[in-house]
């Protein structure tokens, strides 16, 4: 079971990046998916939810209208496009799955993302 | 949104001490609370769910209680590798919000 982050990097203010989750080891439509984000040095913050078939997301305040989610089942794969990026912005970005309990079991290693001029 | 407040922030202890830390919650949220370890430079790893179940492979010294506003993580008796960065994080609404974490130092 294991949940594998790409697309971080360095990006300019304003700028707009798409992470990707590759899961593999279980049966990826049948979990729902969250991002999660590390900025250097704080705390976990909640950033982005999406049920199994993609029907339905949620957001936090400080991504709302900048961010969506997307998933593919097809090819086990989950997204997170980020747009108008700022410095607040910067952090580690992780996929953590939705246990059957809806606690966040399995997580990717993150992927890290800044932004700077 | 439901606000976690996560006390204390940090605390020194010793092998083989009982640590025990709490959240609490802004309003009631059942039993929807998840503890996560995480140690520097690693993803999260979930601990206890539900308040007071323990995710397989976790070893028993790590227990949690409470419902509804109030929750505890318990570790009865600290081992080296428990030194590290614990957090709460409430599931019963969006946003899913995550206490502030406790930093768990040696003594």
């Known amino acids: 079971v294991q949940l594998v982050e790409s697309g971080g990097g360095l990006v300019q203010p304003g700028g707009s990046l798409r992470l990707s989750c590759a899961a593999s080891?279980?049966?990826?439509?049948?979990?729902?998916i969250n991002w999660v984000r590390q900025a250097p040095g704080k705390g976990l913050e909640w950033v982005s939810y999406?049920?199994?078939?993609?029907?339905?997301?949620y957001f936090a305040d400080s991504v709302k209208g900048r961010f969506t989610i997307t998933r593919d089942n097809a090819k086990n794969s989950l997204y997170l496009h980020m747009n108008s990026l700022g410095a607040e912005d910067t952090a580690v970005y992780y996929c953590?799955?939705?246990?059957?309990?809806?606690?966040?079991?399995?997580w990717g290693q993150g992927t890290m993302v800044t932004v700077s001029s | 949104a439901i606000q976690m407040t996560q006390s204390p922030s940090s605390l020194s202890a010793s092998v083989g001490d009982r640590v025990t830390i709490t959240c609490r919650a802004s309003?009631?949220?059942?039993?929807?609370l998840g503890w996560y370890q995480q140690k520097p430079g690693k993803a999260p790893n979930l601990l206890i769910y539900?308040?007071?179940s323990l995710q397989s492979g976790v070893p028993s010294r790590f227990s949690g209680s409470g419902s509804g506003t109030d929750f505890t993580l318990t570790i009865s008796s600290l081992q080296p590798e428990d030194f590290a960065t614990y957090y709460c994080?409430?599931?019963?609404?969006?946003?899913?919000?995550f206490g502030h974490g406790t930093k768990v130092e040696i003594k």
């Open positions: 309003q009631g949220m059942r039993n929807d």
């Open positions: 999406i049920t199994s078939s993609g029907s339905t997301m």
């Open positions: 080891g279980f049966t990826f439509s049948d979990f729902e």
């Open positions: 994080l409430q599931y019963y609404s969006y946003p899913k919000t």
């Open positions: 953590a799955r939705e246990g059957g309990h809806d606690a966040l079991d399995v």
């Open positions: 539900a308040a007071s």
